[in-house]
């Protein structure tokens, strides 16, 4: 089965630089999320989005922004970049149902080295 | 916000033996979800429980939500090689919407022994 799609799976990037990641949901998907997750840290929500609209917004820093295309892809851009942004950056992915809660799929991570 | 308490942080457990993982939150659970995550990979989605009593099972894993929503279990019989790894529960708020971020545990590692 299709699974969510992330790209770069790796990316370094010196301080003060930009990085852009791009998350393909499952086909059909309409919803996405954004996780970070530090060195030995549990992921911590960043943001979410609902066909292309923002949907609930956790930690996010504001040098960081996302959006949510017409065909469900889904960019985290990341600017001023810190050394302590270097992570995991999970994508995930869900099928929006009335009046329950969605499974969330995860995406196989992208790994951002700020140098 | 919602914070979730996992037990224990690590467990080495022979195999073929038994083990139950819990998750427990101060605050009633909505959407309770359990993931397994391999180091450095992305998570693997087991099981979604939502109303009080609930109970799902896959394959030799087992979770269940209490009847007041606050505590969650997930146990495996007959453990294998292959269960090893970091056990996540996460949860959403309650907003009602299902587009909601998770609020995840500190994780249990999980080593299989032969």
């Known amino acids: 089965a299709a699974g969510v799609i992330q790209s770069p799976r790796h990316l370094i990037k010196e301080k003060r630089e930009t990085a852009t990641l791009k998350c393909y949901p499952i086909p059909r998907h309409d919803t996405v999320y954004w996780y970070q997750q530090g060195p030995g840290q549990d992921p911590q929500f960043l943001i979410s989005f609902y066909e292309k609209m923002q949907s609930d917004k956790g930690s996010i820093p504001d040098r960081f922004s996302a959006q949510q295309f017409s065909d469900y892809h889904s960019e985290l851009n990341m600017s001023s970049l810190e050394l302590g942004d270097s992570a995991l950056y999970f994508c995930?992915?869900?099928?929006?149902?009335?009046?329950?809660?969605?499974?969330?799929?995860f995406g196989p991570g992208t790994r951002l080295t700020v140098l | 916000s919602q914070e979730l308490e996992q037990s224990p942080q690590s467990l080495i457990v022979q195999e073929g033996k038994n083990l139950t993982i819990n998750c427990t939150s101060s605050?009633?659970?909505?959407?309770l979800y359990w993931y397994k995550q391999k180091y450095g990979e992305g998570l693997i989605f087991l099981m979604m429980l939502q109303k009080g009593g609930e109970e799902k099972s896959h394959e030799k894993i087992t979770a269940k939500l209490d009847e007041k929503k606050q505590q969650s279990s997930l146990h495996i019989t007959a453990s294998q090689p292959s269960h090893a790894g970091i056990y996540l529960c996460?949860?959403?708020?309650?907003?009602?919407?299902?587009?909601?971020?998770?609020?995840f545990g500190k994780g249990t590692h999980l080593i299989i022994q032969p």
């Open positions: 995930a992915s869900s099928l929006e149902l009335a009046g329950v809660y969605n499974e969330q799929f």
């Open positions: 605050k009633t659970l909505y959407g």
């Open positions: 996460g949860a959403a708020s309650y907003s009602g919407g299902g587009a909601d971020g998770l609020t």
